[in-house]
């Protein structure tokens, strides 16, 4: 089946600096929606993007909606502690209904 | 507006016993309602998904089932847990207008 390819896997940085994520795929996708997860929790919508070459805050993300359709970016800036959790990638494939995940990537921001 | 409620939050079950899980959802008509399984610290693994009521798609064999008596209410189940069934359980919705999809707060399940 489809999968998306999301890295890194984890990031260790530290508070203040700028985080910079990806989701690709060999496959074209027609939206794309970046969550958030705390531990204990369900994931939080954080951004929708649902054109090629769409670029979207939120406060201090920031996404981009791949050129040739394969791939998305999420960028945080200027990171706090509470910017700490599991951030996941998905993407609604083209000609389906379904909702694919990335494999999630783990921040740890350190004071 | 538009709310999801899960719940148990957290639930401890002796191997075989029964599960059921229950999510609702509050502000909108006809969603698509789904289940899925986190394994700690992995990905979201899609359990079923229905479009309507009385209608559940499967995506993997397991040893569980999803019902959906009302339109906006969506169950979880199983006739005898196993160890394996433990995991964190996310129920979900989407309207359909557009596409996103929205998890309620998840059910942590232990089997022992």
């Known amino acids: 089946g489809q999968q998306l390819n999301q890295s890194p896997q984890s990031m260790f940085i530290q508070e203040g600096e700028d985080v910079s994520m990806n989701c690709t795929s060999s496959?074209?996708?027609?939206?794309w929606l970046w969550y958030k997860q705390d531990p204990g929790e369900g994931p939080v919508l954080l951004i929708a993007?649902?054109?090629?070459?769409e670029l979207t805050s939120n406060g201090r993300l920031t996404a981009q909606f791949g050129i040739t359709r394969k791939d998305s970016f999420l960028n945080i800036s200027a990171s706090i502690p509470s910017d700490v959790g599991i951030y996941f990638c998905?993407?609604?494939?083209?000609?389906?209904?379904?909702?694919?995940f990335g494999t999630g990537t783990r921040l740890q921001v350190f004071p | 507006s538009q709310t999801i409620h899960q719940w148990p939050a957290t639930l401890v079950q002796p191997v075989g016993s029964p599960l059921s899980l229950e999510c609702t959802v509050e502000?909108?008509?006809?969603?698509?309602l789904y289940w899925y399984r986190q394994a700690a610290g992995r990905g979201l693994q899609l359990l079923f998904y229905?479009?309507?009521?009385?209608?559940i798609s499967s995506e993997v064999p397991q040893n569980l089932s999803a019902s959906r008596p009302q339109d906006r209410q969506f169950i979880l189940s199983s006739k005898k847990l196993l160890l394996s069934d433990s995991g964190f359980y996310l129920c979900?919705?989407?309207?359909?207008?557009?596409?996103?999809?929205?998890f309620g707060s998840g059910t942590q399940l232990s089997v022992l």
């Open positions: 502000g909108t008509s006809n969603p698509n």
């Open positions: 998905a993407g609604y494939y083209q000609n389906t209904d379904k909702l694919i």
């Open positions: 229905s479009v309507g009521i009385g209608q």
């Open positions: 979900a919705y989407e309207t359909g207008v557009v596409e996103k999809l929205f």
């Open positions: 993007l649902y054109k090629a070459g």
């Open positions: 496959s074209i996708f027609n939206t």
